[in-house]
């Protein structure tokens, strides 16, 4: 599978844990974006990178949270101290450097959190 | 920022009939609009897009149709067919900033056979 790419699927921890998600975008890809999405709800934008820089950040990424795509490839979301609030769905998706498609975002399968 | 408003919420069909899911927005800049199906436990997969600069594109049994005064756009799928249900995500993103996507709320789309 060429696609984008997500680990883990699933992560269960208790409340006040730390957790990291890892996301593989498409070879070549040079944007990539985080989502979160509650149950019965659209994706809502948390932040994206072009290459390694991160170029935007939405209210919704707390102080607790912090991504970081070091060598313009593979990018890593962590959550610090997690809450009950912080159980959702978490999408990555990346978008091609050029070209007629570059506004299409194609996404990964996700990492299903749960604060217990 | 930008606000896009979905509906149905749930739209339930006869295998056969048709389907039509609207969408509107609030950011008169905004410049393009895809359209993802999301089965349950799987990844948003893009079905069709369109760019301010038309009307309508269409898709073997998908088409979208656009209309930048009013501010909507629709989602219409003919002869609906059981693998068709799946929950539909309309999404916009302005031009100043295409990055940026947002998504309506979804619409759990159920063709019974």
């Known amino acids: 599978d060429t696609g984008v790419s997500q680990n883990p699927r699933h992560k269960i921890t208790k409340r006040g844990q730390n957790v990291t998600f890892r996301c593989d975008p498409i070879?070549?890809?040079?944007?990539l974006y985080w989502y979160r999405q509650t149950l019965g709800q659209g994706p809502e934008f948390l932040t994206y990178f072009q290459n390694e820089a991160q170029l935007e950040k939405s209210r919704l990424l707390s102080d607790r949270f912090s991504a970081e795509r070091p060598k313009g490839s593979f990018s890593t979301l962590e959550i610090q101290r997690t809450e009950q609030g912080d159980s959702a769905m978490y999408l990555c998706?990346?978008?091609?450097?050029?070209?007629?498609?570059?506004?299409?975002?194609?996404f990964g399968p996700g990492t299903r959190l749960l604060v217990l | 920022g930008e606000n896009v408003e979905q509906h149905p919420s749930t739209l339930s069909v006869q295998e056969g009939d048709s389907a039509v899911i609207k969408c509107t927005y609030s950011?008169?800049?905004?410049?393009?609009f895809p359209w993802y199906k999301q089965e349950l436990g799987k990844r948003p997969q893009l079905i069709i897009d369109?760019?301010?600069?038309?009307g309508e594109k269409k898709d073997q049994r998908i088409a979208v149709t656009l209309n930048k005064t009013a501010k909507h756009f629709s989602l219409h799928i003919t002869e609906t067919q059981p693998e068709d249900s799946a929950v539909y995500f309309c999404a916009a993103s302005p031009s100043y900033n295409f990055n940026k996507f947002y998504f309506g709320s979804g619409t759990k789309l159920n063709v019974k056979p």
């Open positions: 369109i760019r301010s600069n038309v």
């Open positions: 950011d008169s800049a905004s410049n393009y």
């Open positions: 070879s070549e890809h040079n944007r």
């Open positions: 998706a990346s978008s091609p450097r050029s070209g007629e498609n570059q506004e299409t975002q194609y």
